[in-house]
T-cell receptor, first 115, second 111 residues
Framework: KAGVTQTPRYLIKTRGQQVTLSCSPI?????VSWYQQTPGQGLQFLFE???????NKGNFPGRFSGRQFSNSRSEMNVSTLELGDSALYLC??????????????FGQGTRLTVV | AQTVTQSQPEMSVQEAETVTLSCTYD???????LFWYKQPPSRQMILVIR??????QNATENRFSVNFQKAAKSFSLKISDSQLGDAAMYFC????????FGAGTILRVKS
């Protein structure tokens, strides 16, 4: 069974630009959640999608948005990039919503650098 | 809001020895789950062990076991017979309606 796939693995963008990250969950998984990992703030929850609906959202500005498609693939978009958005972005997939007990499987992340 | 605290930024252990990583959490929920994740240099987050809050019995997975004290809101991870491959960042995580992570503990294993 293929794992969670995140593309691209590495990305360099300029301040003010926008970026789209992609996450393909494990086949059959309908929940995709996104996390931002930085040395200063650690791992922070961005949002969760389940069956194309956003179920939960963390404390991030509106520049951070996401969506989920009918095949459960998810995209995360960050507009008007700031230097502080430089981070490792991780997505995790699960067969049930986060509130359930099923294990969340993580992708290898997208390393975003904003210059 | 739920919070997870890992008070040990870094720990070291000799190969084949035992080490315990600490984690405390704060929540007003009665039903939740707790996890320990391992993140090696490859950055891939790997689930080490999980615990359902309603279960009093401590979870065990081979060399990994937890000491879950619900009243004290404590969830420590014990690694027995430490191996070089155990070296990684370890995150304690609380799962209610979202997954909340602690700051992490870097574990170094000395040969």
């Amino acid at each position: 069974k293929a794992g969670v796939t995140q593309t691209p693995r590495y990305l360099i963008k300029t301040r003010g630009q926008q970026v789209t990250l992609s996450c393909s969950p494990i086949s059959g998984h309908r929940s995709v959640s996104w996390y931002q990992q930085t040395p200063g703030q650690g791992l922070q929850f961005l949002f969760e999608y389940f069956s194309e609906t956003q179920r939960n959202k963390g404390n991030f500005p509106g520049r951070f948005s996401g969506r989920q498609f009918s095949n459960s693939r998810s995209e995360m978009n960050v507009s008007t990039l700031e230097l502080g958005d430089s981070a490792l972005y991780l997505c995790a997939s699960s067969s049930v919503p986060i509130s359930g007990f099923a294990e969340a499987f993580f992708g290898q992340g997208t390393r975003l650098t904003v210059v | 809001a739920q919070t997870v605290t890992q008070s040990q930024p870094e720990m070291s252990v000799q190969e084949a020895e035992t080490v315990t990583l600490s984690c405390t959490y704060d929540t007003s929920e009665s039903d939740y789950y707790l996890f320990w994740y391992k993140q090696p240099p490859s950055r891939q987050m790997i689930l080490v062990i999980r615990q359902e809050a309603y279960k009093q019995q401590n979870a065990t997975e081979n060399r990994f076991s937890v000491n879950f004290q619900k009243a004290a809101k404590s969830f420590s991870l014990k690694i027995s017979d430490s191996q070089l491959g155990d070296a990684a960042m370890y995150f304690c995580a609380y799962k209610g309606n979202k997954l909340v992570f602690g700051a992490g503990t870097i574990l170094r294993v000395k040969s």
